[in-house]
């Protein structure tokens, strides 16, 4: 099938590849030039692990190609993926500007049937809005489809080769067909391809993640409960998650969610819920929960250091938002970075990939260490913002000799606290009692 992606930012590039990796023809298009010639010549422009195989096998048998022309990618494409941003605007609404512009251009140039497919996450109501803006223009057939899009950063490509479920809003048969074909491929194992209304997939997209976030914020609440009763969240995590109606999953306890998806979506949800009339009340506190959350070791950093950081010097591990991927987008690590520059600190900071990302955004704000272990020096402490598997296991004796003191404040509870207080260190997590050391 001929798949056109507008849109070459994470989630486009990743459904364009995993396309054409089962025979798809599909050509990507984006207003930017620079990226479209980095694409075009085999340079990936995101880190996903696995992606970077897939794109260069399908750029080089021929089945993936940029352009920055929309008309080239509607010409080629049967079905139209947008994968565009939808930034959050000063209200919380999700910005429909770049997929309502692209709509009302594609009606312009659309010359014979297509499947217009929103995979971007977008309010309810979207799929007639850019119905609306195309059939403007257009005086041909077309139909527009909602299917968002459940992709983990980190673990994208499995995600999209083997999902858990597909979610179609159409009522069209045709596009139905259409779908239900180019879907086929990725749900053999038996796994669900659901059809629904159009409204009813936009809002399942929302539902998912904000009921995945309240778990998230849910669990930090028990966190600091443990905390002022004694108990060990570690252990009731595990009590928790192992009932089946709860599952295991998204209850671990931190520094709070960032990412793409989860501080917009929640607020966007919130956002339509008023716009309805109707207050979304665990929602607004499960916001209300994060944003303390990234900001959780701060009390405890500054009782440590007797309430006066100026002067001292912190290592940070990790600045992405989640480990196995460079974005940076609300990350916890920059929330912390604020405030202990803003209090008189310094810092070092060493993540696998997402360094750069922040060296663009916050600038020498911070140094820039080249490996985890060179992060520390004349460090006066240790913070884990990210849980990258390379710091689960280090070397302790390493981070004992190179940090002024034995003092580590970890965001992500990584470590035994037992074992952490064996070996002389002053350790406090989430959750969980701290060393005394």
């Not at 002022?228 to 998204?250: C, E, N, P, T, W």
């Not at 209300?288 to 007797?306: C, G, H, T, Y």
């Not at 010097?313 to 974005?327: R, V």
Request: with cysteine; hydrophobic share 40%; glycine share 8%.
């Amino acid at each position: 099938m001929k798949i056109t992606v507008v849109g070459t930012g994470y989630v486009g590039l990743v459904t364009g590849t995993c396309f054409a990796e089962t025979g798809n023809d599909v050509t990507c298009v984006d207003i930017d030039v620079n990226k479209v010639n980095k694409l075009s010549n085999g340079q990936i422009t995101i880190y996903e692990p696995g992606l970077e195989k897939l794109f260069e096998r399908n750029l080089k048998e021929g089945r993936l190609h940029f352009t920055t022309s929309l008309a080239e990618g509607v010409a080629h494409g049967d079905v139209i993926f947008l994968a565009l941003p939808t930034p959050p605007g000063e209200d919380g609404s999700a910005d429909l500007s770049y997929i309502l512009r692209v709509a009302d251009d594609m009606g312009k140039i659309i010359t014979d049937y297509k499947v217009i497919v929103d995979k971007s996450t977008v309010p309810v109501g979207t799929a007639e809005l850019v119905h609306a803006a195309v059939a403007k223009n257009c005086s041909h057939p077309f139909d527009v489809v909602s299917n968002p899009e459940f992709l983990r950063e980190g673990v994208a490509v499995d995600d999209f080769m083997k999902p858990d479920r597909v979610v179609i809003g159409t009522r069209s048969e045709r596009a139905r067909k259409v779908m239900g074909d180019l879907f086929a491929p990725f749900v053999r194992q038996g796994n669900p391809i659901l059809f629904m209304d159009e409204k009813s997939a936009e809002l399942t997209k929302y539902a998912a993640n904000s009921f995945l976030a309240t778990k998230i914020s849910f669990m930090n609440e028990i966190a600091i409960l443990c905390e002022k009763l004694g108990a060990d969240v570690d252990m009731v995590r595990r009590g928790v998650g192992s009932d089946d109606r709860i599952g295991k999953r998204f209850l671990f306890p931190g520094i709070g969610y960032g990412g793409s998806c989860f501080p917009k979506d929640v607020q966007a949800l919130v956002k339509s819920s008023e716009d309805a009339d109707y207050d979304f009340k665990i929602l607004n506190a499960v916001m209300d929960v994060n944003e303390r959350q990234k900001l959780f070791l701060m009390p405890k950093i500054s009782a440590w250091f007797n309430n006066d950081l100026k002067g001292k010097h912190f290592a940070l591990w990790g600045l992405a938002f989640k480990p196995n991927t460079d974005d940076i987008r609300e990350a916890p690590a920059l929330y912390m970075i604020d405030a202990l520059v803003a209090a008189g600190a310094t810092v070092s900071v060493f993540d696998p990939e997402a360094s750069n990302n922040v060296e663009r955004l916050i600038g020498n704000k911070v140094a820039y260490a080249a490996n985890q272990y060179d992060c520390l020096i004349n460090a006066d402490a240790l913070i884990i913002a990210t849980e990258w598997s390379v710091f689960r296991t280090p070397d302790f004796d390493k981070i004992g000799s190179t940090l002024k003191n034995k003092v580590i404040f970890d965001g992500r509870n990584l470590f035994d606290v037992f074992r952490m207080e064996e070996l002389g260190y002053h350790y406090e997590s989430v959750g969980r009692a701290a060393t005394n050391n």
